[in-house]
């Protein structure tokens, strides 16, 4: 029984390497949410403002002229 009690106690008083993996998932995970949420935004400007409508008949305009 000292002996698993010995063993805990070093296991939770020596310093343990803190390890870096994952972090760059992490980083690629915040790095997604703020593109999609910069991309909302956008989108959200962009109906609002009737822009992509306007440049798809301007487009469509040039394109197939009748």
């Not at 690629?28 to 992509?52: E, P, R, S």
């Amino acid at each position: 029984m000292s002996e698993l009690l010995v063993r805990v106690w070093i296991a939770l008083t020596q310093p343990r390497e803190l390890s870096e993996a994952g972090q760059s998932t992490a980083e690629y995970a915040l790095v997604m949410i703020a593109a999609a949420a910069v991309a909302g935004l956008v989108l959200m400007w962009a109906n609002k403002t009737d822009l992509v409508g306007k440049l798809f008949n301007t487009v469509i305009d040039k394109v197939l002229p009748f």
